[in-house]
């Protein structure tokens, strides 16, 4: 399958869509975790619980993809951004989760939704982290 060229690119991410953060765990395996995500032309940012495994995963080895697949009703294609990635601990992340990602991925309408984004808002600095990934190589295909 031949790779997308750069607006090819930019309008497969144009709609929601999850992305899949590969990483290497401590003995070696490959793991992937579903996460939202912000692609502004330089760098793909996410967040997470500080203390959740892949954050661990990270600063242990900072080596991660994260690959974006069509949804089944398109054609196949996919993006994956290579590359190290930075944790931010003491960033705007709360901001970032709350006011860029939550209203893009969820309906802020349910109150049970906007209840966790009002938390996140209210969680104390280090309770969430940044990964930052400024890709070193951008592979994709389409069908």
């Known amino acids: 399958?031949?790779?997308?060229?750069?607006?090819?690119?930019?309008?497969?991410?144009?709609?929601?869509?999850?992305?899949?953060?590969?990483?290497?765990t401590r003995d070696g395996t490959a793991t992937g975790a579903p996460v939202w995500f912000d692609w502004d032309g330089v760098a793909v940012r996410c967040f997470s619980d500080a203390?959740?495994?892949?954050?661990?995963?990270?600063?242990?080895?900072?080596?991660?993809?994260?690959?974006?697949v069509n949804e089944l009703d398109e054609a196949p294609a996919w993006v994956r951004f290579d590359g190290?990635?930075?944790?931010?601990?003491?960033?705007?992340?709360?901001?970032?989760?709350?006011?860029?990602?939550?209203?893009?991925?969820?309906?802020?309408?349910?109150?049970?939704l906007a209840a966790t984004v009002d938390a996140w808002r209210a969680a104390p600095p280090g309770a969430l982290v940044m990964i930052e990934l400024r890709p070193e190589r951008i592979r994709s295909s389409t069908g």
């Open 1 to 24: 399958m031949p790779a997308m060229t750069d607006a090819q690119i930019e309008e497969f991410l144009a709609p929601t869509r999850q992305g899949i953060l590969l990483r290497t």
């Open 84 to 112: 190290a990635a930075v944790l931010d601990h003491d960033g705007d992340v709360n901001r970032f989760a709350a006011d860029v990602l939550a209203p893009r991925y969820w309906d802020l309408s349910k109150p049970e």
């Open 51 to 68: 203390s959740a495994p892949k954050v661990r995963s990270i600063g242990r080895d900072p080596r991660i993809s994260l690959l974006v």
